[in-house]
């Protein structure tokens, strides 16, 4: 069975979701992100709301070919408008729970340790953290 265009949008989207969010996609099984982090930044938001825009749109431009189709497109098309609502807000995620330092954190106990290239991958993420907390210093400074 082929995929669907609807089907095609949502896989290449969650592409481009996993190089916005490389701790998210480690976390579901995704190697190749595993030597990345995420950028926190402004700009980075902001790159992430103009993907959401696009894929939104053409979204809108598809035709429903069957009712996975509609769960797809309904399910796609509810998570991008919230999530644009949210960035229009200007909010920054700051919980003491769930946020960019507990993600950070919590990912190297979820890395794999097996392999020469696992450790590889650990060292590679570690060193930049620095980089991935000052980007989501930057946007606490810069928050409404």
């Known amino acids: 069975m082929s995929r669907s265009p609807i089907d095609a949008l949502a896989e290449q989207y969650?592409?481009?979701?996993a190089e916005f969010h490389p701790v998210t996609?480690?976390?579901?099984?995704?190697?190749?992100?595993?030597d990345k982090m995420p950028d926190y930044s402004q700009e980075a938001a902001d790159d992430l709301d103009t993907v959401n825009a696009g894929v939104l749109a053409r979204l809108d431009d598809l035709e429903i070919e069957s009712a996975d189709d509609q769960i797809t497109k309904d399910a796609l098309a509810e998570r991008l408008v919230v999530e644009r609502q949210l960035h229009a807000t200007g909010v920054?995620?700051?919980?003491?729970?769930?946020?960019?330092?507990?993600?950070?954190?919590?990912?190297?106990?979820?890395?794999?340790?097996?392999?020469?290239?696992?450790?590889?991958?650990?060292?590679?993420?570690?060193?930049?953290?620095?980089?991935?907390?000052?980007s989501y210093q930057q946007r606490l400074a810069s928050a409404t």
């Open 25 to 34: 996609a480690s976390e579901i099984g995704l190697g190749e992100y595993a």
């Open 14 to 17: 969650a592409a481009r979701l």
């Open 92 to 134: 920054v995620d700051l919980n003491n729970i769930a946020s960019p330092v507990q993600d950070i954190r919590s990912t190297f106990d979820l890395m794999p340790t097996a392999t020469a290239e696992d450790w590889n991958n650990i060292a590679a993420r570690l060193a930049l953290v620095g980089t991935a907390l000052s």
